[in-house]
């Protein structure tokens, strides 16, 4: 099977990253977003991290403006091409939420195409009951998505392997990394980052040390390119409450418990970078 069309779904942080790789690669890319202000700021966003590519000399101006005219910007679930041969979810790290979005699809693609979910914890297991579960798989990418070579690429329980070898080689002709990997709560990279960034905010809420100063202790002790509280500034803190839960939830382990200050700073709205506040405040 080739892959020539690709719809995502969703242009959020994810989303637009991923469309923006695809079509930076030569293939034809529908982005579709749930309203036309939502779709207008994912398309400046793209066309801005172009920009900066340029300005890198990673890119040429030929390149920028293909890159552009690949994609495809579109309002409405219902107007995604039903020829995709590739359908990508990026939409909000929420299981029923996803569920909805790949029933309504199963009526709107055409039947041998693949569906993938860029969720980043939830079981591919799970999702792929609302759909072709054969023909469904994880595509993990990470953040931002244009700079970051590693795919989690995961396998469903009914996954098959024609699914996964294809994804794969669709991963390396887009120049990442494929990682293989099964289902289980918060696969690899998100199983080992969340719970040492929910420890290191027991250790914030239990006056260890400062913020500031939990952070230099990982930059500098342990080479981390970021602090693990500026890390969950830029991931969101209701994304990481969300995945700390799906961990807790699927492997029933205290040791997976959601720090009770970060389930505090989401209820009080102080999501990280996205919001102006999180652990650090931001201009």
């Not at 079509?23 to 991290?49: P, Y």
């Not at 995604?80 to 699809?105: G, H, R, Y």
């Amino acid at each position: 099977m080739e892959i020539n069309k690709i719809s995502v779904i969703g242009g959020g942080t994810m989303g637009n990253g991923i469309a923006h790789v695809f079509a930076l690669n030569g293939f034809q890319v529908a982005l579709v977003e749930m309203t036309e202000e939502l779709l207008n700021k994912s398309i400046k966003t793209i066309e801005g991290n172009l920009e900066r590519q340029l300005k890198k000399q990673a890119i040429d101006e030929k390149s920028k403006i293909d890159t552009i005219a690949r994609i495809l910007p579109l309002v409405g679930l219902d107007n995604t091409p039903s020829d995709s041969d590739l359908v990508i979810e990026a939409i909000f790290e929420n299981k029923q939420s996803k569920l909805q979005l790949f029933k309504k699809l199963q009526n709107i693609i055409k039947q041998d195409s693949i569906f993938a979910s860029n969720t980043s914890s939830i079981s591919i297991t799970e999702l792929a009951s609302a759909s072709r579960a054969d023909r469904f798989i994880g595509m993990h990418f990470m953040n931002p998505v244009p700079v970051m070579k590693l795919i989690e690429i995961i396998r469903g329980y009914s996954t098959s392997d024609l699914t996964f070898n294809v994804i794969k080689e669709l991963a390396l002709k887009i120049d990442k990394v494929p990682v293989e990997v099964h289902d289980y709560p918060g696969f690899i990279s998100n199983r080992i980052l969340l719970p040492m960034i929910n420890e290191a905010i027991y250790a914030l809420m239990e006056c260890v040390a400062s913020a500031e100063d939990i952070d230099t202790v990982m930059k500098l002790g342990m080479n981390h390119p970021m602090g693990p509280l500026t890390l969950a500034d830029f991931i969101g803190l209701d994304v990481c409450l969300a995945i700390m839960e799906v961990l807790y939830n699927g492997f029933n382990d205290s040791k997976y418990r959601p720090c009770p200050l970060l389930k505090k700073m989401v209820a009080a709205k102080k999501l990280g970078r996205k919001t102006g506040e999180g652990f650090f405040k931001y201009s």
